[in-house]
């Protein structure tokens, strides 16, 4: 079992150590869990979500040296990655931060529709003001952009747009098309992250039919359990894999150095 997908405390809504992750991922039984923490964001965006830019250095270091403890005491193995935040209008700022990462993975992920991020409970009363299809709309189209960029190895909580439960009323089936034919073209992962199973939706990212979708196109997937405590790590990844089974999917990809390996499910 692997897990892809954890953050720490440097972005500011996490919580433990580096070595209590490790620990917990081991007393979950995984063989591979990634650091993801969320990299900085350009100046007149958001700076309280993310880690700060002097900090990318010695977060690298931390996972180096979370990697080499797991390694002295019986695994799991340790890769090192970031979460990047999909901004449209600053994709040359991504592109040269990202570009100057030794990392193993990138999941890119879209917590923002113009200046709103969407995802923030403390931000949930403009849910008001908005026509919800619309929004839906507007949110898998940035997904599907994000794909195509060429920035990111896996695009991380695929529908993160249903956190709260405002679901569309019109039928989402041809926007999750849409973002599995950017994801097949982008040459780009799909994650199954259990996170939205601690939130209001109660439900894993993706949706089965989104993620039955992306199986259809060929489109590799990993899963990760969006980790913020020590206490969430390997948290629903039986659950994750159930579904992707459903989904058609008989192996996850994991990324080494920005390259996929196929490991079986």
């Known amino acids: 079992m692997i897990d892809l997908h954890m953050h720490t405390a440097r972005c500011g809504h996490a919580t433990g150590s580096l070595i209590d992750y490790v620990e917990a991922g081991r007393a979950a039984g995984l063989e591979v869990v990634c650091f ?3 990299l900085p964001m350009p100046e007149g965006y958001p700076q309280h ?19 080499a403890f797991s390694r002295k005491t019986g695994g799991p193995e340790v890769l090192s990655g970031v ?16 570009e100057r990462l030794d990392v193993d993975m990138v999941l890119g992920s879209v917590h923002f529709l113009e200046d709103w991020a969407f995802d923030d409970p403390d931000l949930i009363a403009r849910y008001d003001s908005v026509v919800i299809d619309d929004m839906w709309e507007s949110y898998f189209r940035e997904v599907a952009c994000a794909a195509r960029s060429g920035l990111f190895d896996v695009i991380a909580h695929a529908d993160l747009v249903k956190k709260f439960g405002f679901l ?3 039928d989402p089936s041809p926007w999750y098309e849409l973002v599995a034919e950017a994801l097949a073209e982008g040459g780009c992962a799909i994650e199954v992250n259990t996170g939205g199973l601690r939130k209001p939706a109660r439900e894993i990212y993706p949706s089965l039919p989104l993620l039955a979708a992306c199986q259809r196109r060929g489109v590799p997937a990993t899963m990760g359990s969006d980790a913020h405590d020590p206490l969430e790590v390997g948290a629903g ?23 996929a390996e196929e490991v079986p499910l």
């Open 237 to 259: 990844l039986a659950q994750a894999r159930e579904l992707l089974v459903e989904a058609g999917y008989r192996s996850l990809v994991l990324f080494r150095s920005r390259r």
């Open 168 to 170: 569309s009323v019109a």
């Open 83 to 98: 979460e990047a935040d999909w901004m449209p209008a600053r994709v040359p700022f991504t592109r040269e931060v990202l």
């Open 36 to 38: 993801t923490d969320h």
């Open 49 to 67: 979500y993310t880690m700060r830019h002097e900090e990318i250095s010695a977060y690298l270091e931390d996972v180096t040296a979370a990697a």
